[in-house]
């Protein structure tokens, strides 16, 4: 695989090519680097070299054996004919890549709903309607029936779900409340989902609220109105005010930083709602994990 590191300040090898590959260990990573499988603008570097913008990288994953790590199953919330709802944990991918991962959402989903693989023709996206990123948490509706896969999907189109993260970002944010109205696409060359021109990209659209300002961070509510890929990462980052924990979306006054919080990227899925079978409104809310309230309480 080539790719062209196109960050503004420089980066270690290891870390940059573990960002880029999340389902491969830090420490097969620096394996494939000592072997020689990776060479940056045609020379051997060693496991801690330092990228600079437009290095060249090239390297092979392709005898790499990712790691079968234990399956951490979500937690149900809701659970009826029609679907579940259910609280994901960080660090489960939703559904298999390229890369054919075994342990996934998808995977837990059809050992305990069967059902759900005569829903949709997809098969590596089984019943899915929406999604959450690898390492963010949260709630989750799957439909279990055909009739419900249809109606909730066209209740996501019509923008009828209600979704609302809790997020903590760096920075100050200095407005009790905001809106980010701009479109949004993925960088061919890095992969980032990044801020379009008017008329290009797709329509994406978050609204926040300040919860509580600390010294150097401020706690979020996050909804959106859109379900664009990153699409809370690289709004906030566009404004300023990346996500705490967050490797890929990372304001300058954070590369900046020599000592980064070491923590998971700090954006829980909390509140969802949708409208049930029989038309009624189905409601459920997720408190913070452990983890995340326990950062809390180490900020001033």
């Known amino acids: 695989?080539?790719?062209?590191?196109?960050?503004?300040?420089?980066?270690?090898?290891?870390?940059?090519?573990?960002?880029?590959?999340?389902?491969?260990?830090?420490?097969?990573?620096?394996?494939?680097?000592?072997?020689?499988?990776?060479?940056?603008?045609?020379?051997?570097?060693?496991?801690?070299?330092?990228?600079?913008?437009?290095?060249?990288i090239v390297y092979d994953l392709k005898n790499q054996r990712l790691e079968?790590?234990?399956?951490?199953?979500?937690?149900i919330k809701k659970e009826t004919a029609d679907y579940v709802v259910i609280e994901k944990p960080s660090g489960l991918l939703v559904h298999p890549t390229d890369k054919g991962e075994k342990n996934t959402l998808v995977t837990w989903l059809v050992k305990n709903y069967p059902q759900i693989k005569k829903i949709d023709k997809d098969t590596t996206r089984t019943g899915l309607v929406q999604r959450l990123d690898k390492d963010v948490s949260g709630l989750m509706v799957i439909p279990l029936s055909k009739k419900f896969f249809d109606d909730?999907?066209?209740?996501?189109?019509?923008?009828?779900?209600?979704?609302?993260?809790?997020?903590l970002v760096n920075g100050q944010v200095l407005n009790d409340t905001g809106e980010i109205k701009s479109n949004l696409a993925r960088d061919k060359k890095t992969g980032l989902t990044k801020i379009q021109l008017p008329g290009e990209g797709a329509e994406a659209h978050t609204l926040y609220e300040v919860v509580t300002r600390y010294i150097n961070c401020t706690l979020l509510k996050v909804?959106?109105?859109?379900?664009?890929?990153h699409q809370i990462r690289a709004h906030l980052f566009s404004i300023g005010h990346s996500v705490v924990g967050d490797k890929l979306y990372q304001t300058k006054d954070v590369r900046k930083k020599k000592k980064q919080a070491e923590i998971?990227?700090?954006?829980?899925s909390h509140l969802l709602k949708f409208l049930g079978p029989d038309q009624k409104i189905v409601k459920t809310t997720s408190v913070l994990p452990k983890e995340l309230k326990d950062y809390l309480k180490t900020l001033k």
């Open 1 to 56: 695989m080539k790719t062209t590191y196109q960050g503004e300040y420089k980066q270690r090898l290891d870390i940059f090519l573990s960002e880029q590959n999340p389902d491969v260990s830090r420490s097969q990573i620096k394996k494939i680097i000592i072997n020689g499988q990776v060479s940056v603008n045609d020379q051997v570097p060693t496991v801690h070299f330092w990228l600079k913008k437009n290095d060249v």
């Open 68 to 75: 079968d790590t234990v399956l951490t199953a979500p937690k």
């Open 152 to 167: 909730l999907k066209q209740q996501f189109v019509n923008r009828q779900v209600f979704k609302e993260y809790l997020c």
């Open 223 to 229: 909804q959106i109105k859109t379900g664009r890929t």
């Open 264 to 268: 998971r990227i700090f954006l829980h």
